[in-house]
């Protein structure tokens, strides 16, 4: 079935640090995957959708300086949290779901992100 | 805007009881989706619902969706331990975007 990966599962750095997320679908090609972001005993708040080959819709309230989304290929979309602060410190999960079907999103194992 | 709203937010109940979680959104919608979600973990899909009066069940669970009403349900059956976990219905607002509900956190008690 399909699959979406992401990487790393856990991180911890620094304030002020920049920090890459990755979302892979692993056997089918995606033109469109999505970011979303829980914070603690919280609902997952969508972030942006990440198109292929052109920029990112964000969502309302989401400043796309600072969560840079780059979608350069059909597989691979990363986040990118720039200059993190502690109250970035979130549980970040991408979706993804093959391009021209119906078939419902599939969601990566998410990312852990503390900022110390 | 797209509003999902789950009831309750939080469920205490004891193993061998039935209850039943809400999930009402606020525009039209055809698709809704149930994940359960563990703490620490990412989301398992339960059940997906893309028509109106879809019914669907799996073990001690049955999901139902009334697009008329913006209303689907997740009942539960003779609860057991293992059903403890936090459940999200979401709905798909046309573009493949999920819009998430707050969530119910489920503790079945032994």
């Known amino acids: 079935g399909a699959v979406v990966s992401q990487h790393p599962s856990w991180v911890i750095c620094k304030s002020g640090t920049s920090v890459k997320i990755e979302c892979r679908s692993l056997d089918f090609q995606a033109t469109t995957m999505f970011w979303y972001r829980q914070f603690p005993k919280q609902s997952l708040m969508l972030m942006a959708t990440?198109?292929?080959?052109?920029?990112?819709?964000?969502e309302q309230g989401v400043e796309k300086d600072k969560f840079l989304i780059n979608h350069a290929s059909l597989t691979l979309s990363t986040l990118t949290v720039t200059s993190a602060h502690p109250e970035d410190s979130s549980f970040y999960i991408c979706?993804?779901?093959?391009?021209?079907?119906?078939?419902?999103?599939?969601f990566g194992d998410g990312t852990r992100l503390s900022i110390l | 805007e797209l509003k999902v709203e789950q009831n309750p937010l939080f469920l205490s109940m004891q193993e061998g009881k039935n209850y039943t979680i809400y999930c009402n959104y606020s525009?039209?919608?055809?698709?809704l989706y149930w994940y359960r979600q563990d703490p620490g973990k990412s989301l398992e899909s339960l059940f997906v619902l893309l028509s109106n009066g879809a019914v669907k069940q799996e073990g001690r669970l049955m999901a139902s969706l009334d697009t008329k009403a913006r209303l689907s349900t997740l009942h539960i059956t003779a609860a057991v331990h293992d059903l403890s976990a936090t459940y999200f219905c979401a709905v798909d607002e046309g573009t493949y975007k999920y819009i998430f509900g707050t969530g119910t956190r489920l503790k079945v008690l032994a």
């Open positions: 979706s993804a779901s093959p391009v021209y079907s119906n078939q419902p999103q599939h």
């Open positions: 525009t039209t919608s055809d698709r």
């Open positions: 990440s198109n292929e080959g052109s920029k990112a819709t964000y």
